[in-house]
């Protein structure tokens, strides 16, 4: 009928002819397309006209030969311009497999989804630690359901306790453990910057001695690119956890158990991201809010996220060297916040700016206009494996550490929110807010509750 170039003036002769089509349905692979007319063009068009846009599903992914093929509507990841992720599958199996694995955070997005993907690979038992009641019992559901034949426990805990953390991992004594517990909403935490100082900083700390003291082979801490060069709380409080854990990997002395820090940036349909807000938004009418139009973000998604964790924590290099580096997952090209928006637009059937407007509302305490995802005083390396690059940062004496460490569980514990901002800033003095007026008044509120 013609090249995809057309498709408006083919549309439009069908619908003379009084047969105007439905649906467009893809039936090609991305690159394919991509070869002609972008994926993006091709939601375009089908929003202009009016048209729902859906693709076969990947014979891959079919549970057998004889499954029925049921069209899917095209979605937001479809739309980033990724390669597949390469795994080296031998050596993440021979990780799990028969272990005893557990993971910290389990409720949450990464955790419930490192869950489901580490029990694929058949561990002899999972344990899922969670601090939320509700979090954990969903969890543990739906993987019970799912694998019957794997002993999974669930542990109700919040990683701020040193005494319960030590005591559970203590009891269950795992091989790996994955510390995906973490405040990452930037404003909550820009607001309450004691809470996020507790749970991640100090909690990371926690979970760390308790792996050490347990003898576990390797522990993963799950971390994010807002630690570097930080601009707001969050982001200061992922990088005394980095630090944390990198003065322990590098400890001559600390020699049966791995520290091991996974970087990434945004993962789609994350709770609290902004793409289930701007689909919330778009279902009511409109309008989708963005802070500013350039803002930009590194994008994954959730699965692919984890699977790179995985990689990374399989990935066990040996020299004293290598040690003490934070693994960054390759996140591709950053997108822009505003394109986001207009591409889930074009995806409910709707037009941007027409059907559904995008209103700017300015940027919110401790958000930056770009990501990075290594700091200029960290040296990039290869690892070897698929996706993954390493970064060597400057190194911190443990015993440095973990005095800055004591000190500051004595004023977090003081509730004085003015003594543990100045060590924040002091600990990581890349720390740059542009908040100081937000700090002053959280200080304030806090001396008069």
Same mark, same amino acid.
């Given at each position: ?8 003036? /083919? ?41 729902? /846009? ?95 034949? /794997? ?16 005591? /559970? ?76 854990? $990198? ?63 995985? $990689? ?138």
């Amino acid at each position: 009928m013609g090249p995809l170039e057309r498709l408006p003036q /083919i549309l439009s002769r069908f619908e003379a002819r009084g047969r105007r089509p439905e649906a467009i349905i893809l039936t090609r692979s991305r690159d394919d397309y991509e070869r002609h007319a972008s994926i993006e063009a091709l939601v375009e068009i089908a929003a202009t006209q009016k048209l729902e /846009i859906l693709r076969l599903p990947n014979l891959l992914d079919m549970q057998s030969i004889d499954a029925e093929i049921e069209l899917r509507p095209i979605k937001l990841e479809d739309l980033l311009q990724r390669d597949p992720v390469r795994l080296d599958v031998p050596k993440i199996q021979s990780m799990i497999q028969g272990k005893t694995i557990m993971i910290t955070g389990a409720g949450g997005s990464i955790g419930s989804e490192l869950a489901r993907q580490i029990a694929d690979l058949k561990p002899g038992s999972l344990i899922l630690l969670d601090a939320s009641e509700f979090a954990l019992y969903t969890i543990k559901s739906e993987l019970s359901q799912r694998w019957q034949n /794997i002993d999974i426990q669930a542990a109700l805990c919040n990683v701020r306790e040193k005494e319960a953390v030590r005591t /559970i991992v203590e009891r269950f004594k795992p091989d790996v453990l994955f510390h995906a517990a973490a405040l990452k909403h930037v404003p909550m935490v820009e607001a309450q910057p004691l809470e996020g100082i507790f749970t991640n900083a100090i909690g990371t700390r926690n979970v760390a001695d308790a792996a050490l003291s347990a003898n576990v082979s390797r522990m993963i801490m799950v971390s994010t690119d807002k630690a570097v060069n930080p601009a707001n709380v969050m982001g200061a409080t992922k990088r005394m956890a980095e630090m944390y854990c $990198q003065a322990l990997d590098l400890d001559p002395e600390v020699i049966g158990t791995r520290f091991i820090t996974v970087r990434f940036g945004n993962v789609l349909g994350s709770a609290g991201s902004v793409v289930p807000l701007f689909e919330q938004q778009i279902k009511a009418g409109g309008p989708v809010t963005v802070t500013h139009a350039d803002m930009e973000r590194f994008f994954m998604t959730i699965p692919e996220a984890c699977l790179l964790v995985l $990689q990374a924590a399989a990935y066990t290099p040996a020299p004293q060297h290598e040690r003490g580096r934070i693994f960054v997952l390759d996140m591709g090209s950053p997108v822009k916040i505003v394109d986001l928006a207009r591409n889930l637009i074009r995806l409910s059937g709707r037009r941007p700016g027409k059907d559904i407007q995008i209103i700017y509302t300015g940027l919110r305490p401790g958000e930056k206009l770009y990501e990075e995802l290594f700091d200029s005083k960290e040296t990039l390396s290869e690892t070897g494996a698929p996706g993954i690059l390493a970064a060597s940062s400057r190194s911190i004496k443990r015993a440095v550490i973990v005095r800055i460490f004591d000190e500051m569980q004595c004023v977090v514990s003081a509730r004085d929110l003015q003594g543990a901002v100045k060590l924040l800033k002091s600990t990581v003095p890349e720390f740059t807010p542009g908040i100081e007026d937000h700090l002053l008044m959280s200080i304030k509120r806090s001396a008069e509750s």
